[in-house]
């Protein structure tokens, strides 16, 4: 079986910094993908890792260690807008379908 | 830039009925899929689709369930009689190759009486 954990919600401060953990035991593994959600929207690409180590994008950092089968996205700087869920997706080897964890709400507070 | 789009963006239908989701993948890309969320739940894979022919299936997607790539653009999403709990929000995504980033269109709001 497929399984994926997060964090069910969380709470930040405008301007500071979040870490949001995804741990994962799947029967294959050809890569991690970080997605943003808001509320009744599609789900928008914001990182992706499939070696071990951390991927910088902006405000947005994603470390992945497979080892460990976990991984983090780091977000920087945080503003309002980033109010939002943020799903954890797992491409299993040879298949090319996501598994998505739960998500997890990230509320950001003034 | 490209973007995956979704018609209609609201559907509600009565239990029993046939319903066809729409979408538009991204012009160059080749892997399409269909996702569904339920309300308040994850994200979870239904189907893929490749080279006119379905590459890879889940458990949800049963014989109520066919997609079809009818021309050069579309992709579309057919239930053949609607239960209660196909009331979801559906997505299309398509990715360039296999295993690629896929990036996902708006959804279609169903919603079965």
């Known amino acids: 079986g497929q399984n994926i954990d997060q964090p069910t919600e969380m709470t930040a401060t405008e301007g500071a910094i979040v870490q949001i953990n995804c741990t994962y035991q799947?029967?294959?593994?050809?890569?991690l993908f970080w997605y943003q959600q808001h509320a009744g929207e599609a789900p928008t690409f914001l990182s992706y890792n499939v070696l071990d180590g951390l991927e910088e994008k902006g405000r947005f950092s994603s470390f992945l260690s497979r080892s460990k089968g976990y991984s983090y996205l780091l977000l920087k700087e945080l503003q309002m807008k980033d109010s939002a869920s943020y799903l954890c997706?797992?491409?299993?080897?040879?298949?090319?379908?996501?598994?998505f964890g739960p998500g997890t709400r990230l509320s950001v507070l003034p | 830039e490209p973007e995956v789009t979704q018609t209609p963006s609201h559907q509600v239908t009565q239990m029993g009925q046939e319903v066809i989701l729409r979408c538009v993948p991204i012009s160059n890309h080749l892997y399409f899929y269909w996702y569904r969320q339920i309300l308040g739940q994850k994200v979870e894979f239904l189907v893929s689709f490749y080279n006119n022919e379905i590459s890879e299936k889940s458990e949800i997607f049963d014989d109520q369930f066919s997609v079809e790539r009818p021309d050069g653009s579309n992709f579309t999403l057919k239930i053949r009689s609607t239960k209660l709990e196909d009331s979801a929000m559906y997505f299309c995504?398509?990715?360039?190759?296999?295993?690629?980033?896929?990036?996902f269109g708006p959804g279609t709001r169903l919603l079965v009486l």
């Open positions: 995504a398509s990715s360039e190759n296999a295993g690629e980033t896929q990036y």
């Open positions: 997706a797992v491409r299993v080897l040879y298949g090319q379908n996501f598994v």
């Open positions: 799947t029967s294959g593994f050809n890569g």
